[in-house]
Nanobody, 125 residues
Framework: QLQLVESGGGLVQPGGRLRLSCEAS????????FGWFRQVPGKEREGISC?????????TYADAVKGRFTISRDNAKRTVYLQMDSLKPEDTANYYC?????????????????WGKGILVTVSS
């Protein structure tokens, strides 16, 4: 059974850092694109980072997090990470990990096949 489980969220002060983890079961990571998304209640979900699978995989970031967030994957551990540095209050949201087969070079918001349940990140002093 394909399943994604996020961990690592919580409360952090502005300027701090967190690392989110997405543990994948029932899949070989290299065959999938993985994306991180976030959503604030009452607002649309936004894609913030994508890592495509396979040789020549690419990573992309939304402008709002570029230079502060880093996506990575450990295929052996079946885990995808999102390192979040220099956090801002506006980064407060529920964060979701999602995956889709690597038949494209993107992680479309409405085109992901599997989703985690999400985890809350709160940036506040």
């Amino acid at each position: 059974q394909l399943q994604l489980v996020e961990s690592g969220g919580g409360l952090v002060q502005p300027g701090g850092r967190l690392r989110l983890s997405c543990e994948a079961s029932g899949m070989t990571l290299d065959y999938y694109n993985f994306g991180w998304f976030r959503q604030v209640p009452g607002k649309e979900r936004e894609g913030i980072s994508c890592s495509t699978g396979g040789v020549g995989g690419v990573t992309t970031y939304a402008d709002a997090v570029k230079g502060r967030f880093t996506i990575s994957r450990d295929n052996a551990k079946r885990t995808v990470y999102l390192q979040m540095d220099s956090l801002k209050p506006e980064d407060t949201a529920n964060y979701y990990c999602a995956a889709r087969p690597r038949d494209s070079l993107d992680c479309p918001n409405n085109g992901m096949s599997y989703w985690g349940k999400g985890i809350l990140v709160t940036v506040s002093s």
